[in-house]
Structures are given as C-alpha cells and as structure tokens.
C-alpha cells in the first residue's frame, strides 16, 4: 500500500533537492533518515521532514509498520519563482529569482524486504604455537603478576653473622697491648728520676751563692 506526504513552497531550489532526493529512492526509512542526518546539504533537513511526514501517515491513518516501510519514490516540482532585482552599474537591474520547489514522498510497506547489514569479515586465522618468551619478558610478567607487598607482608631478612677472626691475629693485638702497658710505667720512672735530680742541684746553687758573698 502507498501512502504518501507532500511540502509545498518549500524557499530551495528544485535542482539542490534532487541531488538528495535520488540517492534516497528504495531505500528503508529508517536508513533514509539516517541518511538525511549525515549529509553535508541544507536540502537534506527539508527531505527528511516530508519521510518523516509519510511514515507518521502510514503508521497511524492505514496502521502499517513503520520497519516495513520502504522509499518508492521522492517527486521534487517547481514552484512559483519569486523575481527580484539587485541595482548594478550605469542604472541597470541585475534579476535575483527565488526559486521554490514541491516534494512528495511516497512509502509502501514490503514485509521482510528491509535491508540487514552484512555479517562482519571473519578474521584473520592467529598462529596456534606462541613465542617462547624472554628471561626479560618473563621477569616483567612475573613482577606485573605479584600483588603489592606492605609492611606487614615484607619478611625480614635474618642477621648475617660474624666471622671469626683467626687466633694468630688475635694473638699479636693481645701483645701488642700488652707491651703499650709496660712502657707507660717505664716512661713515668724516667720522669720521676729527672724531677728528683733537679731538686738535689738547687740546694748546692745556693751556697755556692753565700759562700761569694
């Protein structure tokens, strides 16, 4: 069944509405109407109003459904011409016409005839054996695998002990202490001796002071 939706003095011109109108023919409305969105022309908006126009007649005067219906035909007629005039050189009229344009849309519905997209490609067919991985590449899934460590997981590592020192060493450094402390009481006697000489000289200088007097 067709039904059809017309817009009359529509301010386009007729030849900027067929350039939209024929790539619309046989196509499903909604596909139409798509369409009619994405197009980088003015006349598209109009084009798209009268579809909308035709379906909206469809559906609720004859109850047709609105996925069933399809584009049969977009009629694009011109209108009356509005003349006007642009003033130029030494006087003369320069004509402006304004040209107007009729569009019909008829529809009818053709059960099971609306276009489905086509299946996807299939794919390209992936190598069955994968790479051997690197010690590298391994060491970097590993630490991306491993969950965060906190303070409380972290594990203390034990104290290292201490080597033993061989008991040759540890004998010099014991003489070597040993001969430090009897040279300190040696270096003391020696001091005591010299103060104890000087004491015993000053008495003498002094008769020997009295004795010329």
Known sequence: ??????????????????L?????????VSEALVACSFMPKAAARDVAKVIRSAQANAENNFNLVKDDLVIKDIRVEPG????????????RLY???KR??????????????????AAALPRA?????????????????AATTQPATTESDEVEAP???????PKAETGEAEAATAKADVKEPQS????????????KDEPKKDTKEKKSK
Do not use: C, Y
């Open 20 to 28: 939209v109108a024929q790539t619309l023919r046989n196509l499903p």
């Open 159 to 165: 104290a290292r002990p201490r080597k033993a020192k």
């Open 95 to 97: 004509s402006i016409f």
């Open 100 to 117: 107007t344009s009729h569009i019909t849309a008829v529809v009818e519905d053709r059960p099971g005839v609306v276009r489905r997209r």
């Open 188 to 199: 003391r006697k020696g001091e005591a001796k010299k103060t104890g000489s000087k004491k």
């Open 80 to 91: 009356p011409m509005l003349k006007r005039g642009q003033p130029r050189a030494m006087g």
């Open 125 to 141: 067919p992936q190598p069955t054996a994968r790479p051997t991985p690197t010690p590298a590449a391994a060491a970097r899934a």
């Open 1 to 18: 069944m067709e039904v059809q939706a017309k817009a009359k003095w529509v301010r386009t011109s007729p030849r900027k509405v067929r």
